[in-house]
């Protein structure tokens, strides 16, 4: 297509390609000049940054040009806000644990631990327990199938999905979704969420709900909680 108003793809001497360019007309001082938004490409480690008026006809623009920058990916910006982290490492079986709804959350991480990026924790899931059906508004959900089976229903399949061991599902956020042990053995499951602080908040409330009354709190109490941190719990079919 033209210069005007649409995609080209140079072919530069030596059988070098350069980034496509896209021109459109831009306000600059007091004169209008034809340039192309900036290009950032994510290469390895390297961010690099190509100026959005490297392209300009002579003596139409009195702004003055950006030279090209090279940083690394650790420097960029959209790095520069998040909070530090530590390496954090567990070994097996160990890390804040938390009873949700009959089923014993082991974190291998939580919000707190990861810059408020994501939680990892390992369910420990006994027969006939599980996750009611739930809507998430805020996070994304991932679960893999450590050992032992569960049975998945989650909005958009076909029909409830079996997940032994290996087994993965990715759960997005607005997708309706609930589990249940409906084997004979514990099943062990390692579930993240993205982003993951205010899950790790409402399990920690479910946590002590069940302990002041020392039994799985009752559906009302556990969807008031929910609604607190943006999560809908559905009451059960029937």
């Known amino acids: ?37 900036p290009i950032v490409l ?26 090209v920058q090279w940083r690394t990916a650790m420097d960029s910006d959209s790095n520069r806000d998040l909070p530090q982290s530590s390496p954090l490492w567990r070994a097996p079986g160990t890390g804040p644990a938390l009873d949700v709804l ?12 990861t810059g408020d990026q994501f939680s990892i924790w390992e369910s420990i899931v006994p027969p006939g327990t599980g996750a009611p059906a739930h809507t998430h508004t805020r996070e994304d959900e991932a679960f893999y199938v450590l050992s032992g089976e569960v049975l ?34 514990p099943a062990r499951l390692l579930v993240f969420a993205m982003p993951g602080a205010g899950l790790d908040r409402m399990f920690t409330a479910f946590d002590a709900a069940g302990k002041g009354s ?3 709190p009752a559906f009302d109490t556990i969807a008031a909680i929910a609604e607190q941190y943006g999560v809908v719990v559905h009451p059960p079919a029937g």
């Open 1 to 37: 297509m033209g210069a005007r108003g649409g995609l080209r793809d140079v072919q530069a001497a030596g059988g070098r390609r350069e980034a496509p360019r896209f021109h459109y007309p831009h306000e600059c001082c007091d004169t209008i000049e034809w340039v192309h938004p």
């Open 42 to 67: 994510f290469s390895g480690l390297f961010v690099h940054e190509f100026p959005s008026n490297r392209l300009q006809p002579a003596g139409i623009s009195r702004c003055a040009s950006q030279p």
């Open 152 to 185: 998945i229903e989650v909005e958009g399949s076909a029909g409830p999905l079996r997940l032994g061991p290996g087994g993965f599902l990715f759960g997005p956020r607005n997708r309706r979704h609930g589990y249940r042990n409906t084997g004979t053995v």
């Open 214 to 216: 020392a039994q799985i």
């Open 102 to 113: 009959g089923v014993t959350h082991i974190y291998k991480a939580m919000a707190s631990d």
